[in-house]
């Protein structure tokens, strides 16, 4: 075991995928001779040689369109996309091929793809470089979407999304890339997709929660005497139904914990979840703590928009005296 700290975590996992499956191939802007703009693929190029980490030129909708040929084809690609607002220039992409291709060739062919990308905000960037739309890719039937929130969780799970078989999206919150270090393995392993994570178990309410505002959250229960049990989600597609639900009928409490603007975040998603299926175990209505409906602040007005311990504290408190 190595202490490490996420971003050294996802390099770590992209070295044992390239060791363990000579299929698996890295691309995109400045991944080979810069090692990408924060490192994570730093000395994958003088390891692996340019035959398998390739710089691309500066066009995501070109970079994913050939990473979905090269998956079709038989390799395994993991490209990287800087920063997850330069997405969207691939969403077509993604939405109308990479997650269609095992429906529309009727399972002749997959998709083995794993689009990475730094998101979210916290490191005083700038609006396309700090988004939390994560809530428009898991709505894409056919595609899966990751995010970890833990140097462990995150090598684990980029191994397995690279070995499964279909798209995923891979989402790493860049607040937590050198904030956050514990001991991981330096040999390969798995953390399963679609499985959550009870960091802390409790009776009195359920907190739900994922990415760099699972590490807010956790500030936040220092400072309150509530016996919360708090979950990270780790995957939002598939999401693991089952440990939510379960939970909240035992907390008969929730709270969800989300960086994204409120109206159609993922937070809404378990809402309804909870509300068709533990309506009955609830003793308050489910809270929200989120990002406002507004276009990601510049930097003065980072902290005012990213969900502050005060107001998850407060939700949590509210919640659990109602």
Known sequence: MVEMNLIQAVNSGLKCAMEGDASVVVLGEDVGMDGGVFRATEGLLKKFGPARVMDTPLAESGIVGVAIGMAVAGLRPVPEIQFSGFLYMAYGQLVNHAARVRNRSRGKFTCPLVVRTPYSGGIRALEHHSESLEAIYAHVPGLKVVIPSSPYDAKGLLISAIKGNDPVVFMEPSRLYRAVKEEVP?????????????????????????????????????????????????????????????????????????????????????????????????????????????????????????????????????????
Request: charged residues 20%; neutral net charge.
């Open 186 to 322: 330096e040999g390969s392993y798995t953390v399963p997709i679609g499985k959550a994570k009870i960091v802390k178990e409790g009776s009195q309410i359920t907190v739900i929660s994922w990415g760099s505002m699972l590490q807010q959250t956790r500030l936040a229960l220092n400072h309150t005497n509530v016996d919360v049990e708090l979950i990270d989600l780790r995957t939002l597609k598939p999401l693991d139904v089952e440990t939510i639900i379960t939970s909240v009928k035992k907390t008969g409490r929730c709270v969800i914990v989300q960086e994204a603007p409120r109206t159609g975040g993922f937070a809404s998603e378990i809402i309804a979840l909870v509300n068709e299926q533990a309506i009955f175990s609830l003793k308050a209505p489910v809270a929200r703590v989120t990002g406002f409906d507004t276009i990601f602040p510049l930097y003065k007005l980072e902290d005012h928009y990213l969900p502050s311990t005060e107001r998850i504290i407060n939700a949590i408190e509210a919640t659990a005296n109602y």
